[in-house]
C-alpha cells in the first residue's frame, strides 16, 4: 500500500477543495491503483446518488477501466481522460501521476474545460 506523508495528503485535498469550489462540480476525488478514496468528497450539501457501496464499486470500476486502457498506449496514445455523460451527471477520470482524479459534474459541463481546470490547479506545485 502506497502511504502520503501528510504534504501531499493536504496537498491533494486542497487541489480538490479548490475543484469542489466550481459551481458545477459535485465530487471531486482522488483514488489510487486500488480504487480507494484517498483525497477528496462530495460538496457540502450534495447528497451522493449512490450507497457508500456503490460509489466504492464505482471508484474500482473506473480504476479498472484506465488501467485497461492503457493496455493501448502504444498505439493510441497516453488516456488524458475518459468521459461518461450521463442524464444527472457527466463522469470525468484524469489520471493524476499514480492516482486517479474523479470528478462528477452538473451534465451540462463543457468537459475539455473541466479537464484543462482540473490539470491547472492538480499541475500547481
Do not use: W
Not at 1 to 24: A, G
Amino acid at each position: 500500500m502506497i502511504v502520503f506523508d501528510e504534504h501531499e495528503y493536504v496537498k491533494l485535498e486542497n487541489n480538490c477543495n479548490e475543484l469542489l469550489s466550481n459551481e458545477q462540480v459535485r465530487f471531486a476525488g482522488i483514488v489510487n491503483k486500488m480504487g480507494n478514496l484517498i483525497a477528496g468528497g462530495f460538496k457540502d450539501g450534495i447528497n451522493p446518488f449512490e450507497t457508500d457501496e456503490k460509489c466504492r464499486m464505482m471508484y474500482m470500476q473506473m480504476t479498472l477501466e484506465l488501467s485497461m486502457r492503457r493496455e493501448f498506449n502504444s498505439s493510441l496514445g497516453v488516456v488524458n481522460y475518459i468521459a461518461s455523460k450521463r442524464e444527472n451527471a457527466l463522469m470525468i477520470s484524469v489520471p493524476i501521476n499514480d492516482n486517479l482524479l474523479l470528478i462528477s459534474t452538473v451534465p451540462s459541463t463543457l468537459t475539455d474545460k473541466m479537464v484543462d481546470t482540473a490539470l491547472q490547479i492538480f499541475s500547481k506545485q
